[in-house]
């Protein structure tokens, strides 16, 4: 009688009947009011009497459970009819609860009553005999089923709004906003969850865990065989709950015998979902194919709604843990069902790949799920995988391209499968670790995208870090240079390409690896990859960049490529990279080759190349990072130094890298002195390091201490200078001092000599004077030994400081006058002539020029000029002066050496800077001598000489810079380089102007024949030049044209005068010259922007198009060249706006922010606003000019029409849609450009079938080239495996005419052109019909033929329904299930019938 105690506070008595009907009417869909009365008193009912109640029914539920089957079902029915309890009643006052707590706006009573309401019900309905007297209603059960996440409150408003919109973002950029009536009542329904307490919600939680354990209970006892929509609302509802709550502990997924110790919500969803793949609830391969699909999305970390695309979660540590739960429990579910459950695990794994996202950290953890997952797989079921994996590599779909690199990552780490676990010996190929890293990881090194491609090229570093001998030898094969090679050839295969998702695939160059001997003769595989390496180093994307240094720095640090300069050059090269990511990565890239190769002394050259420039650099980051390197390699390590002290490795590093600092590095002196200035803000010279610096003058490495110490010294605390003095005298004395050494010790000792009382300072100057006076000095050491004496002397007084070179420098430019005179006007004093002392005199006097210029009168000013003269027999104070006009080479030629004569130039430059009155008489001399010299070395310095002038002179030196800027021309390359580099000094410093031809001649060193110079020039251009003056490039483009063409008929243009000798060499005009001047054209182009391009086009309708349209131009044979030079540009790619052509730069991004969404919604509207203006003016300016040249040119019959139509086609095929608005006034040329498309596609689709059949014909049945085959012979006639599939598009004739200098190719080449791209790309690109084949989700092996969705592809959406149309299937075929090859057919060539009968096809 407890049970119908119990029952009393549901006053089922008191119901009206009719009440009941019409509840049980209206399907359980909606609450309706009893009356007022018993409404309050049932929901003033308590938890305690439902608690009560459902004890009750436990009770009852346990006794038949436990009874059997003797007549006990009768039991509790029996009691409650007896007591004139109505079922149908009961039923229908537990849906009044039920519904009650179901509205949002319930309060916690409500809510907690309706799950104990429900937590009954469900006790009901698995006791036996509830069928039979009609508890069981479909509607009211799967209500109670899904009723804790309604009862459960949402999270709070802001901030569930604020994740939904980021998941949103993260997932398509171009979601639509949500409309503002349903966030008002999301906001407003959210107010009352706030107020939920935290023993509010601990309530509603131990009821919704009753409710669960309810579920749990009638699983147990209910089956759900013949109730499919409740099977399918079950599995949704255990997921949801799945995220309930936190578990503590691991769970255990065994067979659970009582379901009370289930302490979690999470646990028996587990728990749940294992029971409903039991065989009592239905068929188990359905039930396991849904629980995995609806795993899929714990396992991606994605929210699936009833609905439309998945969101994407939140990462936290919540989500994670529940993912990595998930995982556990699908390897339970496949230990248990064992081959039943392999198939769908197949599929999820499919999915997975296929379904997973661009974010980074999605895809790693979706990569660890699939590992662990696979580890579940038996040897053949892993290699079927790995051979679709193959095929998902080369998905059209970035994202399974990139995701399939992360796979192999996981599957690297695991150990690898023997080929004997594998029963088929087709597949026992797939299981070696080699397979992974050179079918799918190094292939994609060369993909379409830069992010999977820098993926791949970062992994492939990251391999060799893996702890595994086959790992390494894999890697190691590919790079290998002797013995059995891996070449990279494409794989033979005939008819149409397999694959996944691939229909009309574009293919690119791939990497299946074979094992063939090769020859000496032949290219080894390491060449070809590691020329890939180093090819993408120098890639336009950055991120490529970045990925390919890491890769060569692993490659280089694990010794599988040689150390060699080359490949070390690149690494230090990129530390001068545009980007400032891949400079950073640069610098850590040869630091962290230095620290694992800190003995090779190639690597140390590498690291100082790469690290020592970059504290120059102009970003302050990367300046950052590179004094942070030297810091802590080159001042970190020095300890105080004691003699028979042992060195570590770092302070033997250290000291290395001085040495080579010190000798083969002195040119970064420069560089490297720029931070100590840095460092002594940062107080790095304490007292303490110096003295440590000190200590190491006396040890084998001075050479390092000194140089360090003529660097810091006047940055640092006074010192006891005791050792610096005693090195001083020890210098002096010694007779081979080494240079670099010497003059380190001067500069220390001109650093120290404020500190230095008027003896010690005149003993040294002394000394000072005596060495230099024996000449026996390098010319290094003298420069250093003067500005030494110079700080010596230095004081206050300015003129006591030049009193003191006066007297000093006096006496060492008469020993100088001395020398030379007995030399110069001795007739056998050039018999004795000592090159190398000459040399000396001359830069002494040259230094001393500058020094003391009072000392230098007349006769040593005619001594240098007899240098470089022929020698007279007067006197030189009697010699009559030569006129200032006459060039040195025509002078009469003296018996002197050309490095004396070089010396000379650079002694006379310095004196006609301190000496302003022989400027305008050895100007004329120097830029002579540039024109009819014949000695690169005079010639090199007088440029350096006149460059030098011209800062200190600058109108006087203007009128000579024409003279400068012709040895961009030079024949030497020295001179090119030379001169290149002083004018882009004078240019940015503006003591030159862009006048004349000066810009021109920099556009020819842009095709200069010498890579090294043509690239320097590009450098200061667009990195020096540009910056300082953005509009160059477009200021000067149509002045480009002309003068290039040699066109001098416009008013404008190329009217600046010029010598008949400088419009030769300047000129690139004729057909053989065209592909020089688009080269510059291109380069010009490219670096403008959207606006400068604008108005380019613009000048070009103005000042060509509209001057010929108008006749101000004659049409002759000169303006026929130049209009169909302004034609061909207008067709150039580079001319289009960047805005319009939808150029966007996001795939190099993967996480996205506030800050890009707006940038991507700013770019939107520019492109709109840009699209509009350039069409406007295409209308009205562009189009009347082009109808009235074309009648024009027909009129004229000039070449130039036809340069005009393939302009016409080019803009066509860009605006497909708005041509005929465009072209409204012309529809006679509207028809003709029509025409002449369909004539040119015409002409290639005959063209490819040609040579298709042709190359057919050739090949024939021939199978794959033998291991004896030339890869090279083979690779161009064999399809393309590894491609990167596209979708479907009919040729563009765009890909013909997008590069103009196709367009004025004759027919021959052009066919020969298109049929060299048929023989490389036939055979892997799908027909058409190839797309209607199959779709399914897993490789068709056997009678495996399974998705997730009935009658549903794996990529196909919940609709059945493509995503993305025909094109945006992904197919995943295998092998042998390849389109049949084609059948040769015995007939003749439409192109060849064309050929003979010219009627043909018209």
Not at 398 to 411: E, G, H, K, N, P
Request: glycine residues 4%; contains cysteine.
């Amino acid at each position: 009688m407890e049970l119908i105690s119990a029952l009393q506070f549901l006053r089922l008595h008191d119901i009206p009947e009719a009440w009941v009907e019409t509840i049980w009417d209206l399907e359980f869909t909606e609450i309706k009011s009893i009356d007022d009365h018993l409404d309050e008193q049932l929901t003033a009912s308590g938890e305690k009497a439902f608690g009560n109640l459902y004890q009750c029914f436990l009770s009852y539920a346990d006794q038949e459970q436990s009874a059997g089957t003797d007549g006990a079902p009768q039991n509790i029915w029996a009691v409650l009819i007896e007591n004139g309890v109505s079922i149908k009643t009961l039923v229908a006052v537990l849906s009044f609860f039920v519904l009650s707590g179901k509205a949002k706006v319930a309060n916690v009573q409500q809510r907690v009553t309706s799950l104990h309401a429900a937590s009954v019900y469900l006790l009901m309905l698995g006791i036996p005999g509830s069928v039979a007297h009609k508890v069981h209603h479909e509607v009211l059960f799967d209500t109670c089923s899904d009723l804790s996440r309604h009862c459960w409150p949402q999270v709070t408003g802001k901030k569930r709004k604020k994740d939904g919109l980021k998941s949103a973002r993260a997932e398509c950029k171009r979601s639509k906003p949500q409309r503002k009536d349903t966030s008002d009542m999301q906001e407003e329904e959210e107010e009352e969850e706030l107020n939920f307490s935290g023993s509010d919600l601990k309530k509603i939680r131990d009821a919704v865990f009753l409710l669960v354990q309810s579920h749990l209970r009638l699983l147990r006892t209910f089956p759900l065989k013949d109730r499919p929509q409740s099977r399918l609302n079950y599995t949704p509802i255990f997921i949801w709950l799945l995220y309930f709550e936190p578990v503590i502990g691991e769970l255990n997924f065994g067979a659970v015998q009582d379901i009370n110790k289930l302490r979690s919500v999470p646990e028996m969803a587990f728990y749940g979902l294992q029971r409903l793949c039991s065989p009592e609830h239905g068929d188990q391969a359905e039930s396991l194919r849904r629980v995995f699909h609806h795993l899929l999305y714990v396992i991606l970390m994605m929210n699936k709604g009833s609905g439309g695309k998945p969101s994407l979660l939140e990462v936290s540590q919540a989500v994670l843990a529940t993912r990595d739960q998930a995982v556990h429990f699908v390897c339970h579910l496949v230990d248990e069902l064992k081959e039943l459950a392999l198939p769908f695990l197949h599929i999820l794994l499919q999915h997975i790949c296929i379904q997973m996202v661009e974010k980074s950290e999605f895809r790693s953890h979706g990569a660890q799920a699939v590992g662990m997952l696979l580890s579940e797989m038996t040897g053949t079921e892993y290699a079927r995988f790995i051979k679709w994996l193959s095929n998902c590599s080369r998905s059209r779909k970035m994202v399974c391209r990139l995701f399939s690199v992360d796979v192999v990552m996981v599957l690297l780490e695991q150990p690898e499968r023997r080929p004997e676990e594998c029963q088929d010996p087709d597949l026992a190929q797939f299981l070696p670790h080699k397979f992974l890293i050179q079918n799918l990881l190094f292939s994609r090194q060369m993909d379409e995208s830069p992010t999977v491609q820098g993926h791949a090229l970062s992994c492939l570093a990251k391999c060799l870090e893996i702890p595994s001998l086959n790992v390494t030898r894999a890697v190691h094969n590919l790079f290998s240079a002797t013995g059995t090679q891996t070449v990279l050839e494409g794989e033979t295969t005939h008819g149409t390409t397999h694959g996944i998702l691939a229909s009309q695939q574009k293919t690119y160059r791939t990497l299946p690896f074979r094992t063939v001997e090769i020859s000496t003769t032949e290219n080894s595989g390491y060449d070809e990859n590691m020329a890939h390496i180093l090819l993408c180093v120098k890639d336009s994307k950055t991120i490529v960049r970045k990925s390919a240094l890491q890769a060569l720095v692993g490659l280089l640090k694990h010794d599988v490529v040689p150390l060699s300069p080359e490949n070390l050059a690149r690494l230090s090269e990129r530390s001068r990279d545009p980007a400032v990511s891949v400079k950073k990565k640069a610098l850590q890239s040869v630091g962290e080759l230095l620290a694992a190769k800190p003995e090779c002394s190639v690597v140390q050259k590498a690291w100082l190349q790469g690290v020592v420039p970059s504290v120059l650099d102009s970003e302050n980051t990367v300046q950052d990072k590179a004094l942070e390197a030297l810091d802590e390699v080159l001042l970190r390590p020095i300890k105080r130094y004691t003699v028979g002290c042992h060195l570590d490795t770092s302070e033997r590093l250290t000291w290395d890298l001085l040495d080579l600092l010190c000798h083969d590095f002195q040119n970064l002196s420069h560089y490297f002195s720029r931070a100590f200035p840095i460092w002594s803000r940062q107080n790095m010279f304490t007292a303490a390091f110096m003295t440590n610096l000190i200590s190491h003058t006396e040890a084998d490495h001075a050479a390092g201490a000194w140089l360090l110490l003529s660097k810091s010294i006047r940055f640092s605390p006074i010192l006891p200078y005791s050792k610096i003095l005693d090195a001083w005298y020890r210098m002096i004395s010694s007779k081979d001092a080494d240079v670099a050494t010497s003059c380190h010790i001067l500069c220390v000792m001109g650093d120290i000599a404020v500190h230095l009382d008027e003896l010690t300072k005149n003993r040294i100057v002394s000394d000072l004077m005596a060495w230099l006076k024996t000449f026996n000095l390098s010319i290094e050491t003298i420069t250093a030994a003067l500005e030494t004496l110079q700080r010596l002397g230095s004081s206050e007084s300015i003129k006591n400081t030049q009193a003191f070179l006066n007297q000093h420098g006096g006496e060492l430019v008469s020993v100088c006058e001395a020398h030379l005179a007995a030399i110069l006007l001795n007739e056998k004093g050039a018999e004795n002539l000592n090159e190398e002392l000459m040399i000396k005199h001359l830069h002494t006097l040259g230094v001393l020029s500058l020094l003391c210029p009072a000392k230098f009168n007349k006769r040593i000013v005619l001594l240098v000029e007899s240098v470089l003269t022929a020698r007279s027999d007067k006197p030189a104070e009697c010699q009559v002066e030569l006129p200032a006009s006459q060039p040195l080479s025509q002078f009469r030629a003296n018996s002197l050496p050309t490095r004396v004569r070089a010396h000379g130039v650079i002694t006379l430059g310095k004196l006609c800077l301190q000496h302003e009155e022989l400027v305008p008489k050895y100007l004329p001399v120097f830029a002579r001598e540039l024109e009819v010299g014949t000695e690169v070395a005079v010639r090199n310095n007088v440029v350096v000489a006149m460059c030098d002038l011209c800062v200190r002179y600058t109108a006087i030196v203007d009128q000579y810079i024409p003279n400068i800027s012709a040895c961009l021309l030079d024949t030497d390359a020295a001179i090119r380089e030379q001169a290149l580099i002083m004018l882009t000094n004078l240019l940015q410093e503006e003591f030159v102007k862009w006048k004349g031809s000066l810009f021109f001649c920099f556009m020819l060193a842009l095709i200069d024949p010498v890579p090294a110079i043509a690239s320097l020039c590009r450098y200061c251009l667009v990195h020096q030049l540009l910056k300082k003056n953005p509009d160059l490039f477009s200021q000067h483009f149509i002045e480009c044209i002309f003068h290039f063409n040699s066109y001098t008929k416009h008013k404008s243009y190329n009217t600046f005068p010029q010598s008949e000798s400088d419009k030769v060499r300047l000129s690139l005009k004729g057909v053989e010259n065209r592909d020089k001047r688009f080269q510059i054209y291109r380069f010009l182009l490219e670096n403008c922007n959207d606006v400068q391009r604008f108005n380019i086009t613009n000048k070009i309708n103005q000042a060509i198009l509209a001057s010929f349209a108008d006749e101000e131009l004659p049409l002759d044979a000169g303006g026929a060249e130049i209009l169909s030079e302004a034609f061909n540009i207008l067709s150039l790619k580079e001319l289009k706006l960047q805005t319009v052509g939808g150029v966007t730069a996001g795939e190099e991004a993967e996480e996205e922010n506030l800050a890009t969404m707006a940038k991507v919604a700013l770019q939107a509207a520019q492109k709109k606003t840009a699209s509009q203006i350039h069409k406007k003016v295409f209308i009205e300016h562009t189009v009347p000019l082009i109808i009235s040249l074309k009648s024009l040119l027909e009129e004229k019959r000039s070449p130039a029409l036809r340069d005009l139509m393939a302009f016409l086609q080019v803009t066509m095929q860009d605006n497909p849609n708005k041509m005929k608005e465009l072209f409204s006034g012309d529809e006679q040329l509207l028809a003709e450009v029509e025409f002449s498309l369909k004539t040119a596609e015409k002409e290639r689709v005959m063209s490819e079938m040609d040579d298709q059949f042709e190359n057919f014909t050739r090949t024939g049945d021939a199978n794959t080239p033998t291991a004896q085959d030339s890869p090279q012979r083979s690779r161009l006639i064999l399809p393309v495996r590894f491609a990167t599939p596209q979708p479907t598009r009919p040729y563009q004739l765009s890909e013909q005419l997008s590069q103009t200098d196709g367009r004025c190719m004759n027919r021959p080449t052009r066919d020969k052109r298109i049929r060299t791209n048929s023989d490389t790309l036939k055979g892997t690109v799908l027909e058409k019909r190839a797309v209607g084949d199959r779709a399914i989700s897993t490789p068709k092996v056997g009678t495996l033929n399974l998705t997730f969705d009935e009658g549903f592809s794996a990529i196909f959406s919940d609709r059945g329904t493509s995503l993305g149309g025909e094109t945006s299937v992904d197919h995943v075929q295998p092998q042998e299930q390849q389109a049949p090859q084609l059948r040769q057919w015995d007939v003749q060539s439409p192109l060849r019938q064309k050929k003979r009968n010219p009627k043909f096809g018209k």
